[in-house]
């Protein structure tokens, strides 16, 4: 039986083989720059799932091991896809709560920051050009046969009255919002919900912050995958059996995207390593990263217009809507003025009741339409961007990290499950090319 024989240093120049030999390399380097790509797609693509349903499925999925059930869409009886980070997005939002948002400032905070006063101020100029028809429509569907009669000097009267107390009744307002903002305003609900519905959002905002990691992370899969490729050429080298390169195709795919992560995020203090520091890339620019989230969360999700529909259309709208009217009622009543005793002998005081209703509702109508203006949610955003930044900043390196990676931290396995998948591939088709090695 004969002995095999091997060239461990290489020796027999002329015998190696050194196309097979030089071109491991190069593939398991093609390979890991295509497993970070494709990889980085699977994480943020499509922002919906894509795929078809298949009957039965959904029950059989449930009976699945529990890390094999977080593939997107498999609980609902679909095979496809669907974006690591959109299909988290409501976790996502859960946990950017947690992690930054509750750490950056309270309802409170986020509120005084809107600058109430300005607010106020802003409802009055928005209020203001309207008012006379809006008293005119009220008093003509309330109580007709009152207004129809009243003469035009008392109309203004009232218009006149009114008008002078708008700023003090406006003020109420604010002032009621911001006495129980941490009853009304629940950013972690507001957050969740605004993800759940656009996940792409979520996804939007991973990329504009972690763009020049996640842009060296493919570089690196090259690189990573070239280097590891040199050790796999040696051994198949050495031993030139046949199911050696997909195998050890499946280790340098699962490494090279381990290899990545860590780059990124690992370690999260500065390390010196044989006279060189190592610090993980996105923890290096903390304040770069710092500034771009602050602008995405103030931009997009905790903004004055989405605080005012929260405020006055969310699962607390109601709660709010009353407790306006019912501070705006002394205002109102205020701004009748001299008119109040007969005004209520005029019509009764449940008619009056319905009156000052209407406008109290009319009120808290106009206050959302304030918060819905554009250019001044964006003037007013600039002072929330700018605690959110000052916040994240000061951020531990730890929550700092998970700002970014708890959106797919859980789902990180597949990402390695793709890249040992590609790295077998990539072995297979290096053995159909070019056959196995061996001195």
Do not use: C
Request: aromatic share 10%; charged share 25%.
């Amino acid at each position: 039986m004969a002995t095999l024989e091997i060239d461990w240093f290489f020796t027999d120049v002329s015998g190696a083989d050194w196309v097979h030999i030089l071109t491991i390399p190069v593939f398991t380097g093609v390979v890991g720059w295509l497993i970070n790509w494709s990889g980085l797609w699977m994480l943020f693509e499509p922002e919906r799932f894509h795929g078809v349903h298949v009957p039965g499925l959904e029950p059989l999925a449930r009976g699945l091991p529990r890390k094999v059930q977080e593939v997107p869409g498999l609980l609902e009886g679909g095979i496809g896809w669907q974006g690591i980070v959109p299909a988290r997005a409501a976790k996502m939002g859960s946990l950017a709560v947690d992690k930054v948002i509750a750490k950056v400032g309270t309802p409170k905070d986020f509120y005084q920051q809107l600058e109430p006063d300005r607010i106020a101020e802003h409802i009055v100029s928005v209020f203001e050009p309207d008012l006379p028809q809006l008293i005119d429509d009220i008093m003509r569907r309330e109580h007709p046969r009152l207004w129809r009669d009243l003469p035009a000097w008392g109309k203004q009267g009232v218009v006149t009255r009114v008008r002078a107390q708008l700023p003090t009744v406006v003020r109420s307002i604010t002032d009621e919002i911001g006495e129980h903002i941490d009853q009304l305003l629940d950013p972690k609900l507001m957050v969740i919900e605004h993800f759940r519905l656009n996940p792409g959002l979520v996804a939007s905002i991973f990329r504009e912050v972690g763009r020049r990691e996640l842009r060296l992370m493919v570089t690196f899969g090259f690189v990573f995958g070239f280097l590891l490729g040199v050790p796999v050429a040696v051994v198949d080298h050495w031993f030139g059996q046949w199911w050696l390169l997909p195998l050890m195709g499946v280790v340098v795919g699962w490494l090279t995207n381990k290899l990545g992560m860590w780059l990124i995020f690992e370690p999260l203090q500065p390390r010196r390593v044989l006279g060189v520091t190592v610090h993980g890339l996105f923890l290096r620019r903390q304040d770069e990263a710092a500034e771009v989230y602050a602008r995405s969360i103030a931009e997009e999700v905790i903004t004055l217009e989405r605080i005012g529909d929260f405020l006055l259309n969310g699962p607390r709208g109601d709660r709010t809507r009353q407790m306006l009217a019912r501070a705006l009622r002394p205002a109102i009543d205020d701004a009748a003025g001299p008119l109040l005793p007969v005004v209520r002998v005029a019509v009764g005081s449940s008619e009056l009741d319905r009156i000052r209703e209407g406008i109290a509702v009319e009120a808290v109508g106009r206050t959302d339409l304030a918060f819905r203006d554009p250019e001044f949610g964006r003037q007013q955003g600039e002072r929330l961007r700018e605690l959110f930044a000052r916040r994240t900043k000061e951020l531990p390196p730890a929550d700092f990290v998970e700002m970014m990676r708890s959106a797919f931290r859980e789902d990180e396995w597949m990402l390695y499950a793709h890249g040992a998948v590609m790295g077998f591939a990539g072995g297979v088709l290096h053995l159909l090319v070019f056959g196995a090695g061996g001195s």
